[in-house]
């Protein structure tokens, strides 16, 4: 299986300070990977990274196109969509209103009109609430907008930041499962950041670990599940 993204000695900096020190890792191409570490470790700002919202020096190279230094709106046209964290969904805006901004750079009406029945087929609750204001969704709601929002612009790549944050466990559950049929069924691939290891390892195929911007171990998540530093800092066993 191909690689989708690929990325070589990255480094990122906030003003003159580099929080990335030469990270190299890929994602196969329909394939789940995960990026896990401690709060302050540089998973945020590697998803920015690859999307162009922060200054980079190395190589990205996204379906054998060079990205690095691109601006973030040419990356997004690619099929590269970003969830961030927070959810950023636009809360004087209806959720149907949230779902056209996504597809803001489409221009096929028709599978534009399909898009909208898939989404809502994922998940009905949006669909029921098509013409309610965003800000007075549910946190599990807007977590869901987000992520429908993401899909309209039918990407390649979806990157992921900590979906499960703030959610009530039942609500995680299903917006994990929804992302597993995604992938599965649509072959979108993920880049996955998520406090919560061991519901990452489990929806990955492959994982990295990265402590003060620098990636200090990685395998296939089954691997990385078992390794014993990963599971007493990360796992609770």
Do not use: W
């Not at 300070?17 to 590697?46: E, M, R």
């Not at 009109?113 to 807007?142: H, I, M, N």
């Amino acid at each position: 299986m191909p690689a989708l993204l690929e990325v070589e000695k990255l480094e990122a900096f906030y003003g003159a300070s580099p929080v990335l020190h030469g990270l190299s890792f890929a994602i196969l191409d329909g394939g789940i990977t995960t990026i896990l570490g401690a709060n302050g470790a540089g998973k945020t700002t590697t998803l920015r990274a690859v999307c162009g919202m922060v200054r980079v020096t190395g190589d990205i190279r996204f379906a054998g196109t060079r990205i690095a230094g691109k601006a973030t709106e040419d990356i997004v046209r690619l099929g590269i969509a970003h969830v961030p964290d927070g959810r950023g969904t636009f809360i004087n805006l209806t959720v149907e209103e949230n779902l056209r901004l996504g597809a803001y750079v489409r221009r096929d009406a028709a599978g534009l009109r399909a898009d909208f029945d898939r989404v809502y087929g994922y998940f009905p609750r949006l669909a029921e609430r098509r013409r309610q204001q965003a800000g007075t969704l549910s946190g599990g709601e807007q977590q869901m907008l987000a992520l429908s929002r993401a899909l309209m612009l039918r990407p390649r790549l979806l990157l992921l930041d900590e979906p499960s944050f703030g959610l009530a466990p039942l609500i995680v559950q299903d917006i994990f499962r929804i992302m597993r049929v995604i992938n599965a069924e649509e072959r979108v691939s993920m880049l996955l950041v998520e406090q919560n290891a061991n519901l990452a390892l489990d929806l990955a195929d492959h994982a990295y670990l990265i402590e003060t911007g620098r990636l200090v171990l990685s395998g296939t998540a089954a691997e990385i599940k078992e390794d014993e530093a990963v599971r007493r800092s990360y796992l609770g066993y």
